[in-house]
């Protein structure tokens, strides 16, 4: 399942219609501060998590809704216009294959690709009210029909949602706002960046026993080879301190085994987005500004290391994230964001001039490890040789290098040193005879 394009109108600070498209697999939002683009993407968030309320698609039914059974993380009291309230309308269009319907034995009875829903939030005395605009499956709009396939139009409804393999362990939402950081249950502060959360899924995927879970760690390690420029040649492993029964993450060179709080901010930084991005189980991701403590180079390789995510089966398929990078900004499904006149705006275009970084090289084939100690011994001994013969030797063999069937010429005479000036040390440089 792919996000087409989504609009909003209404939420928060979003006071008129606000159109994100067309959208691709990495989606970036670029703009100065207080202008949406955090809002955005929660309020797609908000989309998903109404789409769970209820399982009707016909725009006359009505769900009414107190303050109890808000969406998580969008208490009414937050997300309705300050100034005047009114209601809160989502359209999202998606892509939704067949194929991916019937893998999960849901047989499709209309054309499903593409499905535009609409919803309209609106606030009440003591809570909101929810109501389905638009469910159109192909050229059916199923929230005017009054027959044609409504169950499979419900039941279409509760896959989107996530709420079809309720309370099985398919169960999960098809939306997640990521915080790389966020600490674990039990609140406990960590010496680094990378949370106790992240740490302890990682390491639970290391030792499972289920092929699905142990994936997510072989991922998490293939997006890491990344990091080798940085870190030299080496793996990230997992370790466990029974003393302090707590779980930890590492980085093994071979000789050297360290503690993933002993490497550099940034490092970190990217450990835990990475880290969190591989163990999320939503299809659609959306976080905020993952450059905070990324280099340049280390934004390329988060760029890299998300293609790879995105192509590999069973993960995320679409990413939305917030930014105010050059270069996270220059991809090519970004989109600028400005208020004119008080009214939010947004329209599809990449951050001028900040896609001009070389491209990064090609990391080395897995495995490899880097240049053996045979081969840096030959270097070595090599750099030893060089440094034995003169520079005007260099010099001649260079230039009969040059020229196909040369014999070597013989070296010139050495010109007679000058005299040194007064006062300069007695001293001077012998060549090696």
């Given at each position: 399942m792919r996000l087409i394009s989504f609009t909003v109108e209404g939420y928060k600070n979003l006071t008129a219609a606000v159109s994100l498209g067309p959208l691709g697999g990495i989606n970036a939002l670029h703009g100065a501060n207080n202008v949406g683009k955090s809002n955005l993407i929660a309020a797609i968030d908000l989309f998903f998590g109404l789409l769970a309320i209820g399982g009707r698609v016909s725009k006359d039914q009505f769900a009414a809704l107190d303050a109890n059974e808000a969406v998580p993380g969008h208490p009414f009291a937050e997300i309705f216009t300050v100034l005047s309230p009114a209601a809160i309308r989502l359209q999202a269009e998606l892509s939704l294959p067949e194929q991916e319907l019937r893998d999960a034995n849901i047989e499709p009875e209309c054309p499903t690709d593409p499905v535009a829903i609409s919803m309209e939030l609106s606030p009440v005395a003591s809570g909101a009210q929810l109501?389905?605009?638009?469910?159109?499956?192909?050229?059916?709009?199923?929230?005017?029909?009054?027959?044609?396939?409504?169950?499979?139009?419900e039941a279409l409804r509760a896959f989107i949602a996530g709420t079809f393999f309720l309370q099985t362990e398919q169960s999960f939402r098809p939306f997640a706002l990521l915080d790389p950081y966020r600490p674990g249950p039990d609140g406990a502060a960590e010496p680094g960046l990378v949370s106790r959360r992240v740490r302890d899924e990682l390491f639970d995927a290391r030792q499972s026993l289920d092929r699905q879970r142990r994936a997510r760690w072989t991922l998490f390690v293939r997006l890491m080879r990344e990091l080798e420029p940085e870190l030299g040649p080496g793996e990230f492993d997992t370790a466990f301190d029974r003393s302090t029964g707590?779980?930890?993450l590492v980085y093994d060179t071979g000789t050297t085994t360290m503690s993933v709080d002993r490497l550099g901010t940034g490092v970190?930084?990217?450990?835990?987005?990475?880290?969190?991005?591989?163990?999320v189980r939503a299809t659609l991701v959306g976080f905020a500004e993952p450059e905070l403590g990324l280099t340049p180079s280390l934004q390329q390789r988060f760029l890299r290391a998300a293609g790879t995510l995105l192509a590999t089966p069973g993960g995320p398929t679409q990413l939305f994230f917030t930014t105010h990078s050059p270069l996270l900004g220059a991809g090519e499904a970004a989109f600028a964001m400005e208020r004119r006149d008080g009214i939010p705006h947004l329209e599809p275009r990449a951050w001028e001039g900040g896609g001009l970084l070389p491209p990064l090289p090609d990391l080395p084939a897995a495995g490899s490890g880097g240049p053996?100690?045979?081969?840096?011994?030959?270097?070595?001994?090599?750099?030893?040789?060089?440094?034995?013969?003169?520079?005007?030797?260099?010099?001649?063999?260079?230039?009969?290098?040059?020229?196909?069937?040369?014999?070597?010429?013989?070296?010139?005479?050495?010109?007679?040193?000058?005299e040194p000036p007064a006062g300069a040390p007695p001293w001077k440089w012998q060549p090696k005879r």
């Open positions: 109501r389905v605009t638009q469910f159109r499956l192909g050229k059916v709009d199923m929230a005017i029909e009054t027959s044609g396939p409504v169950g499979f139009a707590r779980a930890d970190q930084r990217l450990v835990a987005l990475l880290g969190s991005l591989v163990l053996s100690p045979a081969d840096l011994d030959a270097l070595i001994g090599l750099v030893d040789q060089l440094a034995e013969i003169e520079p005007r030797e260099l010099v001649a063999a260079a230039q009969t290098a040059q020229v196909p069937g040369a014999e070597a010429a013989p070296p010139p005479a050495a010109a007679p040193s000058p």
